[in-house]
């Protein structure tokens, strides 16, 4: 069996990475937020399946967890948790246990209740955010190949600039019109993020023919630190940031961008 989104009324959007380390649960987070903050309705879901984070990076603390949904022992409506942006708004968050193994390796069963509880509680939504584990694994790459889209999120390091074609080579082999949008995090300048997109983007036209979309570039920010020390998105706590103002345009582009 393999986990299909696909009839889902909200675009679904998953953000993953070639390694890990590279901000990527920030650049969902602060999506998330600033799609909320405009109004649309937005879930989360954290499927980094053994590290998940993104409940403690909004401040949250669950009582229950994905694991318990895919078990058959609570409903995905019980698990979601509301995380308050500034304005009035909210994200609804699925958070998933950290550090069990299990939920890498889903079977059959567990895999159609993902799929039957997000229909429910994406009914309504406008956007489902996935984000997911870092690295080629089998939970990855059904996350990948269930969402309509997929941002990949690399730093200007060689070292993740290559785990990033890694990633995108395995998804083009099985989805080779799969959309991809690229987002260079951390960047010490415009022109190091520049040019980290345009090597990235020029070895998947060279070797593997296919378009890559370049959705952002988000500069080395204090005000992204800040954010996650106190527990908060940097676009609700710091919008007008350079981090901040980085994410909120590549809402807006991603927005405008119907890839699906």
């Known amino acids: 069996m393999t986990v299909t989104f696909s009839p889902f009324r909200a675009r679904v959007v998953a953000v993953t990475s070639g390694k890990g380390g590279v901000g990527k649960t920030n650049v969902v987070a602060g999506l998330a937020t600033a799609f909320a903050k405009v109004g649309q309705r ?8 053994g590290l998940a984070n993104l409940d403690v990076l909004l401040g949250l603390s669950p009582r229950h967890t994905l694991e318990q949904v895919l078990k058959g022992e609570k409903m995905m409506e019980e698990v979601v948790l509301e995380a308050p942006v500034a304005g009035g708004a909210s994200i609804r968050v699925i958070p998933t246990s950290s550090g069990v193994h299990e939920l890498s390796h889903l079977d059959p ?6 799929t039957q509880s997000l229909q429910r509680v994406c009914e309504d939504a406008d956007w489902l955010f996935i984000d997911t584990a ?25 070292t993740s600039l290559l ?55 988000v500069p080395s920010d204090r005000h992204l630190l800040q954010a996650v020390r106190q527990q908060r998105s940097v676009v609700d706590l710091y919008p007008d940031s350079p981090s901040g103002m980085a994410i909120r345009a590549m809402a807006e582009s991603l927005a405008e961008h119907v890839g699906v």
């Open 163 to 217: 785990d990033a074609y890694a990633m995108l080579k395995v998804l083009h082999l099985r989805e080779p019109d799969k959309v991809v949008h690229v987002v260079i995090n951390n960047a010490q300048s415009r022109e190091e993020a520049t040019e980290a997109a345009e090597q990235l983007r020029a070895a998947a036209q060279h070797f593997l023919g296919k378009d890559l979309q370049v959705l952002g570039l």
């Open 134 to 158: 870092a690295g080629i694994h089998d939970a990855v790459l059904k996350m990948l190949a269930a969402s309509q889209e997929v941002i990949l999120v690399s730093t200007p390091e060689p």
């Open 42 to 49: 937005v879930v989360v879901l954290d499927a980094n399946f």
């Open 109 to 114: 069963a567990s895999e159609l209740r993902l």
